[in-house]
């Protein structure tokens, strides 16, 4: 599963993990993402996004249709 957002663009971040004695090893930081399913009325269907939990917040503030929208235009398939 590919660790981005469709909506915001967000991917993992890169870094280091710093123990109590400062060695330092390579870490991820992983966005929350999470699957929804939204219905989409305008085809008249359901669609599976791939989401980060900021992006269910945008999507629930701009709404369905222009979130996809916006996927679409960024060249994402929906």
């Known amino acids: 599963m590919p660790a981005h957002c469709q909506l915001t663009g967000r991917k993992p971040g890169f ?3 710093v123990s ?3 060695r330092r090893t390579r870490r991820r ?3 929350n993402i999470q699957h929804k399913r939204y219905l989409l009325p305008s085809e008249g269907r359901t669609v599976r996004l791939t989401l980060s939990a900021k992006g269910i917040r945008t999507l629930d503030r701009i709404g369905i249709e222009k979130a996809v929208a916006v996927i679409r235009a960024r060249g994402g398939r929906v």
Request: no cysteine.
């Open 20 to 22: 109590h004695s400062h």
């Open 15 to 17: 870094g280091n993990s």
């Open 29 to 31: 930081f992983d966005p």
